[in-house]
């Protein structure tokens, strides 16, 4: 089975083909469209490792867009005592939820 390190919105995630994960939004695509991550930093096939120095020449990995959304809520509270003083906020991080399709070593 082939697996992968690809690097994305300054993270990097370990892919198989048929995983469902998300990253960091993605602009610019929609649902169904296809993305091509060309930043491959490890492949794995079998039990043959190949590293990049920093990245795999030709190796690319396919998927689709499932989704975009933004995440559920965080609330951030600060809180400083003896003086009133408090701020509550809240954050949704968006992200683009995609399935991996393929992975191509020799594009």
Do not use: C
Request: hydrophobic letters at 35%.
């Amino acid at each position: 089975m082939k697996s992968a390190v690809i690097k994305t919105g300054g993270k990097q995630y370990l892919v198989r083909e048929g995983d469902t994960l998300r990253v960091e939004k993605l602009a610019g695509v929609k649902v169904g469209d296809k993305v091509n991550f060309d930043q491959v930093l490890m492949t794995l096939e079998d039990d043959k490792i190949n590293l990049g120095k920093p990245l795999v020449e030709k190796a690319v990995v396919s998927a689709v867009v499932q989704e975009q959304d933004r995440a559920k809520k965080i609330t951030i509270v600060k809180f400083k005592p003896k003086t009133r003083e408090r701020n509550k906020r809240g954050h949704r991080q968006p992200y683009t939820a995609v399935t991996i399709e393929k992975i191509n070593l020799t594009a």
